[in-house]
């Protein structure tokens, strides 16, 4: 009977053992998104529990995303449904004069809720596991592979005031700026101040080799903002040797102010 309860015990222990070893991991990351392609509205992420819907522009970076799920994310299509919810209000006796409804108006709040499609993701990556807490940021290409290419992006590696150049060029390419000219290999990327005055102009050139002669390959001027940090990718022109495509990217600050939500009028009122 002993020889029974302790294998029982051992066979439970093993089991939760297994079951522990079985659980996904999980993955806290600080993430921003650009889409490479369009905007892309009506997608969320889930993490596996419920779904949270986001914006992605193509111009700068989405406003900053807090992700903690399994380590593959992605990006699916979901559908924005309103719930209104009743609130059990305060008795008007208990709340100042300033703070008291109007008579005949009760207590409602609406929230949004995200309802996946049920479609195949339309992008994904998977996480590192191993790095603890992930600062990220994703270019998003739906159709494209697995649609998510990946960019580390530690707290101070890209700080506001600079500007972040990703070489996806099979050949390097020179960039150059009042604080100098620098060159930045295949795949590879670099991160510098312009050395421009803040809240002012600076000429920005590309060059590349044709032929082991320099060429010039974009230029543009360029408004300087201490607040603002901006990606440029450098993307190869199809057919055309030693020619880029610069794609440039702001990472705006945030409103010092939170906007607070638009005001919503009774339903059939003017």
Partial sequence: MMNFKILAAFAFLMASVTAVAADPPIVEARIKFVSMTRPLLGIGVSNGKQTTGIVIPTDMLSDEFSYRGPSRLELIEAQAKEVTTKTNPVPAEEKPDDERPARGVKGRTRTLQYVPSGKPPLAWVDLPT?????????????????????????????????????????????????????????????????????????????TTKIDGEESLAFSSRVFHMEKTRKLYLVLPVAGAAGRVLIKDIEDRPAPTKPQGPTPVGPKGGK
């Fill in 130 to 206: 191993n790095a603890g807490r992930l600062n990220l940021i994703l270019l998003v290409t739906p159709g494209k592979g697995n649609g998510i290419t990946m960019l580390n992006d530690p707290p101070g590696s890209f700080p506001p005031g600079s500007n972040r150049y990703f070489n996806l060029a099979p050949f390097p390419v020179t960039v150059k700026t009042p604080s100098g000219a620098y060159l930045i290999s295949p795949n590879t990327e670099k991160v510098l101040r312009p050395g421009a005055p803040n809240n002012d102009y600076y000429d920005l050139q590309l």
